[in-house]
Structure formats: structure tokens, C-alpha cells
């Protein structure tokens, strides 16, 4: 077994009468306490990207070991005959990847400390200037969740996008908004450079439409992923 704090002495081939002989040193108090140190410094680092990426581990576990979440809603899009029994207003629910979880309304996606409060609560963020669920065709509503360049509590307790890359064209998602079902399908999926924004004033004048947007690679914030559904 490797003793990860043991300092091994230095060994030093030399010549003795003309016989090879070997003199270990002891090393310094210096070089112990970087050794020390160098050691010390890796479990933390080690135990710290355990913690950090644990959950998202456990999601693409629990997914790829056949997790199915139960099924929550009817995929339809109708009134909701008593919207006083809705959790709340406004919820994303996506069946395929477990998501069920409460969205806050108008979020500035150029304020980050209002929008990493959101994200931080494990809710996600309706982006502020884009349309509302319900407002017609060629408009389209604007999502997100989990920025992982916002912060330890957000990479680790916003966990609720982790999945999305597993949604593909035809699979569908449910926003229940103002009382009513509203029901998605995917039509397409598309990796973009992190700053682009123009999905944020995304139009098509035949759909209604959704985009749901996360960091990637997961654990990253290098691009983005867009998921777009178009309203049943």
C-alpha cells in the first residue's frame, strides 16, 4: 500500500573501491513540508470535485441505470379545471429526464445577482423580455438553469438541466402556466457559443415556441446547449 505522507529518502549510486555502493539522504524539513503539502493539497482538491460534481454523477446515474420518473400530467394542452391545486403558477415539467420544478417569472439574464439567487434556490429562470407560455405563434418563451461559472451553490444545487442534453427531436416537456397545460415537442437541439443571445428573440411565424437553455459540456459554462420545443 502507497503511504501518500511517507517521504522516501533520496538514493545515490556511488562508486567505493571500486564497487558500486548506493548512500541514501535524508531530505530537508523544506522538502518534507512541500511534499507534505503537495499531498494534502490533491485530497482537498480530490474531495472537493467529489462534492462539487457528486450530483451530477448521481443524475446520470440514476438516468442511465433506468431511472423513470412517474408520470406527472396529461400531454395535452387544456385549462386546468381547478388551478388552485397547482403547486404554484408557473412549473416546467419534463418527464424523460425527472424534471419537475417551479420556474420565476421575468428573471434579468444580465443581472446576476438576481438570476444567481433563482438558480441557487434549484428553481429555473423565465429570461425577462421574452414571451409567456400562451402568447401565440411566432413568439417564443426563453428558459434557464444552472451556470457553471456562478458559483459553488449553483453548480451543485442547480441540478435540474443536467439531463437536458438527453432530450431529442419528438421527445415533449409541459409548462403549466396561469392555470393551464401548455404542451412541448422538440423539434431541435443545438450546442452555441456562450455569448450568443439571439435564441433570446428566437421567431418563427408558423410556432410557438420554447427554448430551454443550460451550460456545456456539463460542468462547464464553455457553450450552451438550446434545447426548442414547438407548442402541440
Request: with cysteine.
Amino acid at each position: 500500500m502507497i503511504d501518500l505522507f511517507k517521504v522516501t529518502p533520496k538514493k545515490r549510486t556511488v562508486l567505493i573501491k571500486g564497487k558500486k555502493g548506493v548512500i541514501y539522504s535524508n531530505p530537508n524539513n523544506f522538502s518534507k513540508f512541500l511534499f507534505w503539502l503537495g499531498n494534502v493539497s490533491l485530497i482537498v482538491a480530490f474531495g472537493f470535485f467529489v462534492y462539487l460534481y457528486y450530483p451530477l454523477a448521481n443524475s446520470l446515474y440514476n438516468y442511465h441505470s433506468g431511472f423513470k420518473p412517474e408520470k406527472t400530467v396529461e400531454k395535452k394542452s387544456e385549462d386546468i379545471e381547478n388551478p388552485t391545486e397547482l403547486p404554484n403558477n408557473f412549473r416546467l415539467i419534463v418527464e424523460k429526464i425527472g424534471a419537475n420544478v417551479e420556474v420565476v417569472s421575468n428573471v434579468s439574464i444580465f443581472d446576476k445577482k438576481i438570476y444567481r439567487e433563482v438558480l441557487k434556490n434549484n428553481q429555473i429562470a423565465h429570461a425577462q423580455g421574452t414571451y409567456l407560455p400562451g402568447s401565440g405563434k411566432g413568439t417564443s418563451s426563453f428558459l434557464f438553469a444552472h451556470s457553471s461559472s456562478e458559483g459553488i451553490d449553483v453548480v451543485r444545487n442547480n441540478t435540474i438541466f443536467y439531463l437536458l442534453g438527453e432530450l431529442d427531436d419528438g421527445d415533449e416537456f409541459v409548462v403549466e402556466y396561469n392555470g393551464k397545460i401548455y404542451a412541448y415537442k422538440v423539434f431541435d437541439k443545438k450546442v452555441v457559443g456562450a455569448n450568443e443571445v439571439s435564441y433570446l428573440t428566437y421567431s418563427d411565424p408558423n410556432k410557438e415556441v420554447m427554448v430551454l437553455q443550460t451550460c456545456w459540456p456539463i460542468g462547464t459554462d464553455w457553450r450552451r446547449l438550446l434545447v426548442l420545443g414547438e407548442l402541440k
